[in-house]
């Protein structure tokens, strides 16, 4: 057995020279040429690599067949590949001929090692061809495994026949036959390194996939296949449609749903989790009950493909079943709700039982529970582990390569110290440390490469799961998340995460595996002298853990403070021109500046502590390096630092250095992420809303509420009670009720909005929703109609018709495809609502939810929608439709009539049944008939009102006939039902202001409607018609000189000057250091024992002293950083708040034309992510961009004075960087802007989608919403995967710089060996060895600093827009009673929107007498609106005068102005914050006025009723009040800010009838001596004015009191009049 075993080991020598390996080490490293030995033969190699690739090649043909791209065409160079094996097949045959030739013998050919080399040839050329064929059917267009072979092969067969060129018979091995051979496999791996490319066309304007998985393995190595994008942005001519795509595997299709799996699997098990903990607390006798079973939550992440529409309750399902399993369990209060259903297992109900049925924050406080909930660092593990794995890989790689470079430097120094070692050691040396550089290089580019598309998916997964959770968050979760917040999330707090778990992950471990390695090294190196350098690192981290400590709650303080801020900047931004109007920007101004002020604050504080922190980590390695110098010194035997000893530690303890220097930021970074993971994850685990609306399929109800009570909140009272309503299919009910009587809610509760409490709610088929507050997409008009629904010509035509918009789209520049701005904001109140209406009525669903659409328009246009849409005879006849209004000319005409009364449902019936009970509903109808009786309205509305009346009578009599007891309750009835019928009695004034509709008796819409419009759409034409918001413009030229100036003007040019300085000083003393090292270890004193023995004083002295020196410079290195960093902290700080402050005070003084063409996303981008940036990231950039460029000069400097002909290499090296540079900027820019302005749409789409959450549920279109929200994001992220791999392009030119110097440095030392030193070699290679890391970390730094700057130059550009006149003109202040009559004379006032526009008033002449009462009438596009802009100056006049008191308002301050003139919008805006701050910003008044104002008002008696009363928080755009409220608290802030002209937009155009008639007594009360302008949408509201000014376009065509017009047959005014049925009204 053991005969057996060594002839087979003695067959294959291989297996011998396995064994052999470690032994010929030191052999062949120390022979006289580099050669293999007897143990290690090169026949033997090439047999061990022709094995290798025998074993490994099953597994890569495993890999190709589980490809299943398209075969490639077999072209040129497939072909090419295949000869080139074929001619390696054939190489044996001219190699065993040779040496059968040779030994004259076939047996002792047989016996020589040149047959298992010849077999291994021929092996290797098959196999590889097969593998090749196999590629090539599989698609793969080229093959690193391949590539790897044929490297290797070359470098195997070189070393075979250096050996052989060694033997002493050189025959065995001809030169001819090498020179053949190589050449063929040197082909092969040149031919193998190019890709195989199938030419695709792409039409223009369509974006190419991703080139990297086609590009070559040189490519990728160099990222040369960015090429064709670097030169585009060079030209200038790079667009968003040249940004190639994402790659496959980095887009959200893919990442989404990976995610969701994960988190789907972490709800089920914190779900188990808090059942075990149920069952653990439920009592005895329950215990032995089994927990419900928990079914797996099935992936929604495909999307819909089916062409039919999804019912709501399937959109619903599908977007929310991964959330909603599982909230029982993660939410208490959701499980409570569900405890109160039925469908619950005895344990769920034993707990309830056990702990109540809520489980508040409260409760579980006080017992100690704690619920578990899916946590967001796990899922991301999860999801992502694998692929962070795969990038730690590389990490390590990179590390262990990086850390060869001290052992290398080692052995160079060992050569130069050592006179006898062979020149060739030392150019062997030299060859090894440039490999080993270049290997770094392509290696750290490839791990960027590698983090980044690992980023990508982080960030990409977390944004999407933030805006899934928008989609499905309840009410109470709203509440708690602001805008600001969210936004916040998904600019902030994803991006922390997302660095986080790439770069902050792995340096959390390299940077300690760096620092271990290295301490390892030293001790190896120097000895138990490290111990007490070791003792000093245990220091450092107590003092770390504190510093983290504090800082972590810093940047915690410092988030809730921004997110309030922009919270409050929101807001401020969507009631900008309320704010113009009153002439409130200082007041808020100074709040967000005091906002931002407190977040300074933390960041002050917080700069100091990090300040400290770095401190303390620059100058550890310098007390490190002293202490381990001064302890090797005085313990060695010789006392004598030696080169090689001394510069290998200083080059570990730069690595040390450098881990430790990324301590802080990793802390740092680490502090901000443990923070936006909480943030996020509180977010994601907030609760959602029930799937608690089921589909009866069986039912023939539509829709049916059994037994319902229905909650806004979980701990408030149920809002809805005791709810039972059963709507048939196809029919057509209204609700009807008081002011806050619960309409909305009932419609919130078939939509599911509400908590269901108790009770059972089914809606049948797919649902469209018609809100009460229209919401309107940031789009064209035709796409919010059709709501991304299938293009139906006919169909849309007839919903543009029968919602009376054609008129309205004849007006628009662009016709249907105008561009409507953010919430509408170019369309007025009746515009949106029709719209709104039009997108139900095109998305022919099954159930129609209307929350009163006809309230916002006039009686002709809701007669006629009603009749051609919302009726029996309308387009949804046939569907179920549920209506809330106000308008009781339309309940004959419904099916089913719900009257609503506190929350409760008081009455349910047809018209007729309610009728004939002579009940509430009765009892309203008859005083609304004899109120209005003697009003002559429409004549089709008379003959409706006549038909009511009559049957009242006949109600009335059937009732006096009844029985005194019936009477009696009736009594009652009545008496419970006031409020009702309070409410109700002012329809009449409601009905008639809506019937009397000015110009036109057509149904196109209201002349207020087109009027309100008119002049945005004249605003804002443009060169592309219809265009409202335009394009975020991006430069395409170099960063301006000017941009950088800006900068540095905030910060100070003094201060920037003394930073300079700082940090040079800083270089200067490093390179002092080392210069000072250099003397002590070559100091030929210490060097010579024999002059100076060991254990001489006079030797101990030369030590201390330089150890002295040494220790010196470490010291003024340590006092100028501190100085440094403290300093540029300050200033940093400084220039936030001025930044911030600057751009603050333009912004709210820019004219409303930005405001109206900008969406809020991009501005509050500039507020969020650009002043981030300048915040935390660009000052640091900046100032370690500085530091590698002076570093760079220094080290430079250094190697010209040591090696003085490297001199001549400067300039080249110059040129290529300066060209690199030219090149790359541009790019990096371009993409940043590029970014800049995607992220600016994400957000806009975000806050958007955040606003009409409830209507995307409701047409449950949450899936096409989150595709387009993939989209968007995909964008950015494909500009930001560009943008890092056109800076790993720059990374690998600018290391292989670095590493020309590296290889120039220590090929000139091993060439000059004899006139240089061993310490001034070792400086010389420390530094260009640190060359190579200043320079990626300078290029990493100054990409940064291009791409950072673009905040700064965003932020200028908002800081030096256009603004509007001065607030205040000093010499022109007018008194403080001014105006002290209201007398109003307007000369020849003409007005344009913007310079190159037509005139949209031209030359008005009208004189206002002071207390008249004026209505402003006229058609649309008359220029009403136009004339109340040129009142306030929201837009200056072109020409002519406006005159109020004898006082020319075109010289006075806008302030001055405005806040002497009243105005009472048509939109009510509320502001976050009190209420007493709402109507007194500045506290100019008393709380005795502010109460005044509200009882005058009618809010008296409801703040009275409030906990806070004026102290009381109304919510974000007053939500929590409403919307007859808020309209009224506008009115109470009119009135303490009452002057003596008063401008009224219809401010009763969108409120119910019990507000209508409260504002209406109100201003003819309170306003009787003042001189009022109303803009009248209906002509019933002025008539009764003193004067009335008819405007048609543009200009004045009457201006007479109403009776003179009226008389005057031929007046346009009569003609108005006539058609509007009021000549009956004419005033005496």
């Given at each position: 057995?053991t005969?057996n075993s060594?002839?087979?080991?003695?067959?294959?020598?291989?297996?011998?020279?396995?064994?052999?390996?470690i032994?010929?080490?030191?052999t062949?490293?120390?022979s006289?040429?580099?050669?293999?030995?007897d143990?290690?033969r090169?026949h033997?190699?090439?047999?061990?690599?022709?094995?290798?690739?025998?074993?490994?090649?099953p597994?890569?043909?495993?890999?190709?067949l589980?490809?299943h791209?398209?075969?490639?065409p077999?072209?040129r160079?497939?072909?090419?590949?295949m000869v080139?094996c074929m001619?390696?097949a054939l190489m044996?045959?001219?190699?065993?001929?040779?040496?059968?030739?040779?030994?004259q013998s076939i047996?002792?050919?047989?016996?020589?090692?040149v047959?298992?080399?010849?077999a291994?040839t021929?092996?290797?050329?098959?196999?590889?061809?097969?593998l090749?064929?196999?590629a090539?059917?599989?698609g793969?267009r080229?093959?690193?495994v391949?590539?790897?072979?044929?490297?290797?092969l070359?470098?195997?067969h070189?070393?075979a026949?250096?050996?052989?060129?060694?033997?002493?018979?050189?025959g065995?091995f001809p030169t001819?036959l090498?020179?053949?051979?190589?050449?063929?496999?040197?082909?092969l791996?040149?031919l193998?390194g190019?890709s195989?490319?199938e030419?695709q066309y792409?039409p223009?304007?369509?974006?190419?996939?991703?080139?990297e998985p086609t590009?070559?393995?040189?490519?990728?190595?160099?990222?040369s296949w960015?090429k064709?994008?670097?030169?585009?942005?060079y030209?200038?001519k790079?667009t968003?449609?040249?940004i190639f795509?994402?790659?496959?595997?980095?887009?959200s299709s893919?990442?989404?749903?990976?995610?969701t799996?994960?988190?789907?699997r972490?709800?089920?098990?914190?779900?188990f989790?808090?059942?075990?903990?149920?069952?653990?607390e439920v009592p005895a006798?329950?215990?032995a009950?089994?927990?419900p079973e928990i079914?797996s939550?099935?992936?929604?992440e495909?999307?819909?493909?089916?062409?039919?529409?999804?019912?709501?309750?399937e959109?619903?399902a599908?977007?929310?079943?991964?959330?909603e399993?599982?909230?029982?369990?993660?939410h208490p209060?959701?499980?409570?709700h569900?405890?109160l259903?039925?469908?619950?297992?005895?344990?769920?109900k034993?707990?309830?039982?056990?702990v109540g049925?809520?489980?508040?924050?409260?409760?579980?406080a006080?017992t100690?529970?704690?619920?578990?909930?899916p946590s967001?660092?796990v899922?991301?593990?999860?999801?992502?582990g694998?692929?962070?794995a795969?990038?730690?890989?590389?990490?390590l790689?990179n590390?262990a390569l990086?850390?060869?470079?001290?052992?290398?430097f080692?052995?160079?120094?060992d050569?130069?110290e050592?006179?006898s070692a062979?020149s060739?050691?030392?150019?062997?040396?030299c060859?090894?440390?440039v490999?080993?550089?270049?290997a770094?290089s392509?290696m750290?580019s490839?791990?960027h490469?590698v983090?980044?598309?690992?980023?990508?998916?982080?960030k990409?997964?977390?944004?999407?799961s933030?805006?899934n959770?928008v989609?499905t968050?309840d009410?109470?979760s709203?509440?708690?998340?602001?805008?600001g917040?969210?936004v916040?999330?998904i600019?902030?707090?994803?991006s922390?995460?997302r660095e986080?778990?790439?770069n902050m992950?792995?340096?959390?471990w390299?940077?300690?595996a760096k620092?271990?390695?290295s301490?390892?090294?030293?001790y190896?190196?120097l000895?138990?002298?490290?111990?007490?350098?070791?003792l000093?690192?245990?220091?450092?981290?107590p003092?770390?853990?504190v510093v983290?400590?504090?800082l972590?709650?810093?940047?915690?303080?410092?988030?809730?403070f921004?997110d309030?801020?922009?919270?409050?900047?929101t807001?401020?931004v969507?009631?900008?021109?309320i704010?113009?109007?009153?002439?409130?920007?200082p007041s808020?101004?100074?709040k967000?500046?005091a906002?931002?002020?407190k977040?300074l604050?933390?960041?002050?504080?917080?700069?100091?502590?990090e300040?400290a922190?770095?401190?303390?980590?620059?100058?550890?390695?310098?007390?490190i390096?002293?202490v381990m110098?001064?302890?090797y010194?005085?313990?060695?035997?010789?006392h004598?630092?030696?080169?090689s000893?001394a510069?290998?530690?200083?080059?570990?303890?730069?690595?040390?250095?450098?881990a430790?220097?990324?301590l802080p930021?990793?802390?740092?970074?680490m502090?901000k992420v443990?923070?936006?993971?909480?943030?996020?994850?509180d977010?994601?685990?907030?609760?959602?809303?029930?799937d608690?609306?089921?589909s009866?399929v069986?039912?023939?109800?539509a829709?049916s509420?059994?037994?319902g009570f229905?909650?806004w909140?979980s701990?408030?009272?149920?809002t809805l009670?005791?709810?039972?309503?059963?709507?048939?299919?196809?029919?057509?009910?209204a609700?009807?009720g008081?002011?806050?009587?619960?309409k909305?809610?009932?419609?919130?509760?078939?939509?599911?909005?509400m908590?269901t409490?108790?009770?059972?709610v089914?809606?049948?088929?797919s649902?469209?929703?018609?809100p009460q507050q229209?919401w309107i997409q940031?789009?064209?008009l035709?796409?919010?109609?059709?709501?991304?629904?299938?293009v139906?010509?006919?169909?849309?035509?007839?919903c543009?018709d029968n919602?009376?918009?054609?008129t309205d789209l004849?007006i628009m520049?662009g016709?249907d495809?105008?561009?409507i701005?953010?919430?509408?904001?170019?369309?007025?109140g009746g515009?949106?609502?029709r719209?709104?209406?039009?997108r139900?009525?095109y998305?022919?669903?099954d159930?129609?939810?209307?929350d009163d659409?006809?309230s916002a328009?006039?009686c002709h246009?809701?007669?006629?929608?009603?009749d051609?849409?919302?009726?029996?005879q309308?387009?949804?006849?046939?569907k179920?439709r549920?209506?809330v209004?106000?308008?009781?000319q339309w309940?004959p005409?419904?099916?089913q009539?719900?009257?609503?009364?506190?929350?409760?449902?008081?009455?349910?019936?047809?018209?007729?049944?309610?009728l004939?009970?002579?009940?509430p509903?009765?009892k309203?109808?008859?005083?609304?008939?004899?109120h209005?009786?003697e009003?002559k309205?429409?004549?089709?509305v008379?003959?409706?009102k006549e038909?009511?009346?009559?049957?009242?009578?006949s109600?009335?009599k059937?009732?006096?006939?009844?029985?005194?007891?019936?009477?009696?309750?009736s009594?009652?009835?009545s008496?419970?039902?006031d409020?009702?019928?309070r409410?109700l009695?002012?329809?009449?004034?409601r009905?008639?202001?809506?019937?009397?509709e000015?110009g036109?008796?057509?149904?196109?819409?209201?002349?207020?409607?087109?009027?309100d419009?008119e002049?945005?759409n004249?605003?804002?034409a443009?060169?592309k018609?219809g265009?409202l918001?335009?394009?975020?413009e991006?430069?395409?030229?170099?960063a301006?000189?000017?941009?950088?100036?800006?900068?540095?003007r905030?910060?100070?040019?003094?201060w920037?000057v003394?930073?300079?300085?700082l940090?040079?000083?800083?270089q200067?003393?490093e390179?002092?250091?080392?210069?000072?090292?250099t003397?002590?270890?070559?100091?030929?004193q210490?060097?010579?024992?024999?002059?100076?023995?060991?254990?001489?004083?006079q030797?101990?002295r030369?030590?201390?002293?330089?150890l002295?020196?040494?220790?010196?410079?470490g010291?003024i290195h340590?006092?100028?950083t501190?100085?440094f960093?403290?300093?540029q902290e300050m200033?940093?700080v400084?220039v936030?708040?001025?930044l911030?402050n600057?751009?603050?005070?333009r912004?709210?003084?820019?004219p409303?034309?930005f405001f109206?063409?900008?969406?809020v996303?991009?501005i509050?981008s500039?507020?969020s992510?650009?002043l981030?940036?300048m915040?935390t990231e660009?000052?640091?950039?900046m100032a370690?961009?500085v530091?590698s460029?002076?570093g760079?000069?220094?080290?430079?400097?250094i190697i010209?004075?040591?090696?003085?002909f490297?001199?001549?290499l400067?300039?080249?090296i110059a040129?290529?960087?300066?060209?690199v540079q030219v090149?790359?900027?541009?790019?990096m820019?371009?993409?940043?802007r590029?970014?800049s302005?995607v992220?600016?749409?994400?957000?806009s789409f975000f806050?958007?989608t955040?606003?009409?959450?409830?209507v995307v549920r409701?047409?449950?279109v949450q899936?096409?919403?989150m595709?387009?929200?993939?989209?968007?994001?995909?964008l950015s992220?494909?500009?930001?995967f560009?943008?890092?791999c056109?800076g790993q392009?720059?990374?690998?030119?600018m290391?292989s710089?670095?590493?020309?110097?590296?290889g120039?440095?220590?090929v000139?030392a091993?060439?000059?060996r004899?006139?240089m030193t061993?310490g001034?070699v070792?400086l010389?290679?420390s530094?260009?060895?640190?060359?190579t890391?200043?320079v990626?970390?300078?290029?990493?730094?100054?990409s940064?600093?291009?791409t950072d700057?673009v905040?700064?130059d965003r932020v200028?550009?908002y800081?030096?827009?256009?603004?509007?006149?001065?607030?205040?003109?000093?010499?022109?202040t007018?008194?403080a009673s001014?105006?002290?009559?209201?007398?109003i004379?307007i000369n020849?006032?003409?007005?344009r929107?913007?310079?190159?526009?037509?005139?949209v008033?031209?030359?008005?002449?009208v004189h206002?007498k002071a207390?008249e009462?004026?209505?402003i009438?006229?058609?649309?596009?008359?220029?009403?609106?136009?004339l109340?802009?040129?009142?306030?100056?929201?837009?200056?006049p072109?020409?002519g005068?406006v005159?109020?008191d004898?006082l020319?308002?075109?010289?006075?301050?806008?302030?001055?102005?405005?806040?002497?003139?009243?105005?009472?919008?048509?939109d009510?805006?509320?502001?976050a914050g009190?209420?007493?701050?709402?109507?007194?910003?500045?506290t100019?008044?008393?709380?005795?006025e502010?109460?005044?104002?509200?009882?005058?008002a009618?809010?008296s008696?409801?703040?009275?009723g409030?906990?806070?009363?004026l102290?009381?928080?109304?919510?974000?755009?007053?939500?929590?009040l409403?919307?007859?409220?808020?309209q009224?608290v506008?009115?109470?802030?009119?009135?303490?800010?009452?002057?003596r002209?008063l401008v009224l937009?219809?401010?009763t155009?969108?409120?119910?009838?019990?507000?209508?008639?409260?504002?209406?007594r109100?201003?003819?009360s309170q306003?009787?001596?003042?001189?009022?302008?109303?803009?009248a949408?209906?002509?019933n509201?002025?008539i009764d004015y003193?004067?009335?000014?008819?405007?048609?376009?543009?200009?004045?065509?009457e201006?007479?009191?109403?009776?003179?017009l009226?008389?005057d047959?031929?007046?346009?005014?009569?003609?108005m009049?006539?058609?509007?049925?009021?000549?009956?009204?004419?005033?005496?």
């Amino acid at each position: 057995m053991t005969s057996n075993s060594s002839s087979v080991f003695s067959l294959h020598p291989v297996f011998e020279s396995v064994f052999g390996i470690i032994q010929s080490g030191n052999t062949t490293w120390n022979s006289s040429w580099l050669q293999l030995t007897d143990s290690l033969r090169g026949h033997e190699v090439m047999a061990g690599h022709c094995a290798l690739l025998l074993m490994t090649s099953p597994l890569y043909a495993y890999f190709l067949l589980g490809s299943h791209d398209k075969p490639l065409p077999e072209g040129r160079l497939y072909k090419c590949k295949m000869v080139c094996c074929m001619l390696l097949a054939l190489m044996p045959i001219p190699e065993v001929v040779f040496h059968v030739g040779y030994l004259q013998s076939i047996v002792h050919v047989l016996d020589q090692p040149v047959l298992v080399s010849s077999a291994s040839t021929l092996l290797t050329a098959v196999v590889s061809s097969q593998l090749t064929r196999l590629a090539q059917q599989r698609g793969m267009r080229w093959s690193a495994v391949l590539c790897l072979l044929w490297l290797s092969l070359i470098l195997t067969h070189t070393l075979a026949f250096l050996t052989s060129t060694q033997e002493s018979d050189t025959g065995q091995f001809p030169t001819w036959l090498f020179y053949l051979k190589s050449s063929v496999i040197t082909c092969l791996l040149v031919l193998y390194g190019f890709s195989e490319r199938e030419e695709q066309y792409f039409p223009p304007g369509v974006r190419k996939p991703c080139p990297e998985p086609t590009a070559s393995w040189w490519s990728r190595l160099t990222f040369s296949w960015t090429k064709e994008l670097l030169d585009k942005a060079y030209s200038g001519k790079l667009t968003e449609k040249d940004i190639f795509l994402l790659l496959p595997s980095d887009s959200s299709s893919n990442v989404v749903p990976r995610f969701t799996r994960a988190w789907a699997r972490e709800v089920t098990k914190s779900k188990f989790r808090n059942q075990a903990q149920i069952h653990d607390e439920v009592p005895a006798a329950t215990e032995a009950e089994t927990l419900p079973e928990i079914p797996s939550p099935s992936p929604w992440e495909q999307a819909e493909t089916k062409p039919r529409r999804r019912t709501r309750s399937e959109g619903r399902a599908k977007h929310k079943i991964l959330y909603e399993r599982s909230q029982s369990a993660i939410h208490p209060r959701t499980e409570s709700h569900k405890i109160l259903g039925s469908d619950h297992s005895p344990v769920e109900k034993a707990y309830s039982r056990s702990v109540g049925q809520k489980d508040t924050k409260e409760s579980r406080a006080k017992t100690g529970q704690k619920r578990s909930r899916p946590s967001l660092l796990v899922v991301l593990v999860r999801t992502f582990g694998v692929d962070f794995a795969i990038g730690q890989l590389y990490r390590l790689t990179n590390v262990a390569l990086h850390m060869t470079d001290p052992l290398i430097f080692g052995y160079l120094l060992d050569f130069m110290e050592d006179s006898s070692a062979p020149s060739r050691k030392g150019y062997a040396i030299c060859a090894l440390m440039v490999i080993s550089k270049m290997a770094q290089s392509f290696m750290n580019s490839r791990t960027h490469f590698v983090n980044h598309s690992f980023a990508l998916r982080i960030k990409s997964a977390v944004i999407n799961s933030i805006y899934n959770k928008v989609l499905t968050m309840d009410t109470e979760s709203r509440q708690e998340s602001t805008v600001g917040q969210a936004v916040n999330l998904i600019s902030v707090d994803a991006s922390d995460i997302r660095e986080a778990l790439t770069n902050m992950a792995s340096e959390m471990w390299t940077s300690p595996a760096k620092i271990v390695l290295s301490l390892v090294l030293l001790y190896r190196l120097l000895g138990p002298s490290m111990l007490i350098s070791m003792l000093l690192m245990v220091i450092m981290v107590p003092v770390t853990a504190v510093v983290t400590r504090r800082l972590t709650t810093m940047h915690r303080d410092s988030m809730a403070f921004k997110d309030n801020r922009l919270k409050m900047l929101t807001e401020v931004v969507n009631g900008i021109k309320i704010l113009k109007m009153y002439a409130w920007e200082p007041s808020f101004i100074s709040k967000l500046n005091a906002a931002r002020g407190k977040e300074l604050d933390v960041m002050w504080w917080r700069s100091f502590w990090e300040t400290a922190l770095h401190c303390y980590h620059q100058v550890m390695p310098y007390m490190i390096s002293v202490v381990m110098f001064v302890t090797y010194v005085h313990s060695s035997e010789d006392h004598y630092l030696t080169p090689s000893t001394a510069f290998v530690a200083i080059a570990l303890m730069d690595i040390l250095r450098s881990a430790m220097e990324e301590l802080p930021s990793i802390i740092t970074h680490m502090v901000k992420v443990r923070v936006s993971f909480r943030r996020v994850n509180d977010f994601l685990n907030r609760t959602d809303l029930e799937d608690n609306v089921s589909s009866d399929v069986d039912s023939d109800a539509a829709i049916s509420i059994e037994d319902g009570f229905f909650s806004w909140t979980s701990e408030a009272t149920p809002t809805l009670k005791n709810i039972n309503v059963r709507v048939k299919k196809g029919s057509l009910v209204a609700v009807v009720g008081t002011v806050g009587c619960g309409k909305s809610s009932l419609l919130s509760a078939c939509l599911g909005e509400m908590n269901t409490l108790r009770g059972h709610v089914s809606v049948k088929g797919s649902v469209a929703y018609v809100p009460q507050q229209a919401w309107i997409q940031h789009a064209s008009l035709r796409d919010n109609v059709l709501f991304g629904g299938h293009v139906d010509e006919k169909l849309y035509n007839q919903c543009l018709d029968n919602c009376a918009l054609r008129t309205d789209l004849e007006i628009m520049p662009g016709g249907d495809n105008t561009e409507i701005g953010e919430r509408g904001i170019n369309l007025s109140g009746g515009q949106k609502q029709r719209v709104s209406l039009a997108r139900a009525v095109y998305s022919q669903a099954d159930v129609y939810i209307m929350d009163d659409p006809l309230s916002a328009v006039d009686c002709h246009v809701g007669s006629h929608i009603f009749d051609n849409v919302i009726g029996h005879q309308g387009m949804l006849a046939g569907k179920t439709r549920v209506l809330v209004t106000h308008g009781v000319q339309w309940l004959p005409k419904v099916d089913q009539i719900i009257v609503v009364r506190h929350g409760r449902v008081s009455e349910v019936g047809s018209y007729d049944e309610l009728l004939s009970h002579n009940g509430p509903f009765a009892k309203f109808l008859k005083h609304y008939m004899v109120h209005d009786s003697e009003t002559k309205v429409d004549p089709q509305v008379e003959k409706m009102k006549e038909k009511i009346l009559h049957r009242l009578e006949s109600v009335t009599k059937d009732s006096n006939e009844g029985s005194s007891e019936d009477s009696e309750d009736s009594a009652e009835s009545s008496i419970d039902n006031d409020d009702v019928i309070r409410a109700l009695l002012q329809s009449p004034t409601r009905e008639e202001t809506r019937s009397h509709e000015m110009g036109s008796s057509d149904v196109s819409g209201s002349s207020s409607d087109a009027d309100d419009v008119e002049e945005d759409n004249a605003g804002s034409a443009n060169t592309k018609k219809g265009v409202l918001v335009e394009d975020e413009e991006y430069k395409v030229q170099h960063a301006t000189l000017q941009t950088f100036k800006e900068y540095a003007r905030a910060v100070g040019y003094g201060w920037v000057v003394a930073l300079v300085l700082l940090d040079m000083l800083q270089q200067t003393v490093e390179r002092g250091s080392g210069v000072s090292l250099t003397r002590w270890t070559d100091d030929p004193q210490l060097g010579n024992l024999t002059a100076l023995p060991a254990d001489s004083e006079q030797r101990a002295r030369l030590n201390n002293y330089y150890l002295a020196v040494y220790a010196g410079f470490g010291l003024i290195h340590a006092v100028s950083t501190l100085v440094f960093k403290l300093t540029q902290e300050m200033r940093q700080v400084v220039v936030a708040r001025v930044l911030h402050n600057r751009m603050l005070s333009r912004v709210l003084r820019a004219p409303m034309r930005f405001f109206d063409t900008t969406p809020v996303g991009r501005i509050v981008s500039r507020f969020s992510s650009d002043l981030y940036i300048m915040d935390t990231e660009l000052s640091d950039t900046m100032a370690w961009a500085v530091n590698s460029v002076i570093g760079i000069v220094s080290k430079m400097a250094i190697i010209c004075y040591i090696t003085p002909f490297f001199v001549l290499l400067i300039f080249p090296i110059a040129a290529v960087f300066y060209y690199v540079q030219v090149v790359y900027v541009p790019t990096m820019r371009q993409l940043e802007r590029f970014q800049s302005k995607v992220r600016s749409t994400i957000y806009s789409f975000f806050s958007e989608t955040l606003g009409g959450a409830a209507v995307v549920r409701a047409y449950g279109v949450q899936q096409r919403f989150m595709v387009e929200f993939q989209r968007r994001l995909d964008l950015s992220s494909s500009a930001r995967f560009a943008w890092a791999c056109c800076g790993q392009w720059l990374n690998v030119r600018m290391e292989s710089m670095g590493t020309v110097v590296v290889g120039a440095v220590v090929v000139s030392a091993v060439t000059l060996r004899d006139t240089m030193t061993a310490g001034m070699v070792g400086l010389a290679v420390s530094v260009a060895l640190d060359m190579t890391e200043t320079v990626r970390h300078m290029v990493r730094m100054v990409s940064w600093v291009q791409t950072d700057i673009v905040s700064v130059d965003r932020v200028k550009e908002y800081s030096e827009m256009t603004v509007e006149a001065d607030w205040r003109r000093g010499e022109t202040t007018p008194k403080a009673s001014w105006p002290e009559h209201g007398e109003i004379e307007i000369n020849d006032l003409a007005l344009r929107y913007r310079e190159g526009l037509d005139l949209v008033l031209k030359g008005i002449n009208v004189h206002i007498k002071a207390g008249e009462k004026v209505g402003i009438v006229g058609r649309t596009g008359a220029g009403k609106s136009s004339l109340t802009l040129a009142l306030f100056r929201l837009v200056e006049p072109a020409r002519g005068t406006v005159r109020i008191d004898d006082l020319d308002t075109n010289d006075l301050g806008l302030h001055d102005l405005r806040s002497r003139l009243t105005i009472l919008p048509q939109d009510p805006v509320i502001f976050a914050g009190s209420l007493r701050m709402n109507l007194d910003p500045f506290t100019h008044y008393k709380d005795a006025e502010v109460w005044e104002s509200l009882k005058y008002a009618h809010l008296s008696d409801f703040v009275s009723g409030l906990k806070d009363q004026l102290d009381h928080e109304c919510g974000e755009g007053g939500e929590n009040l409403s919307v007859g409220q808020r309209q009224l608290v506008c009115l109470a802030r009119t009135l303490l800010h009452k002057t003596r002209v008063l401008v009224l937009d219809e401010a009763t155009a969108a409120v119910d009838m019990e507000t209508d008639d409260l504002i209406q007594r109100t201003i003819r009360s309170q306003f009787t001596h003042c001189t009022v302008l109303t803009i009248a949408h209906r002509l019933n509201t002025v008539i009764d004015y003193d004067k009335i000014l008819v405007l048609d376009k543009g200009q004045v065509v009457e201006f007479d009191s109403p009776g003179q017009l009226m008389d005057d047959p031929h007046s346009v005014f009569h003609h108005m009049v006539k058609k509007a049925g009021l000549l009956a009204k004419k005033p005496s």
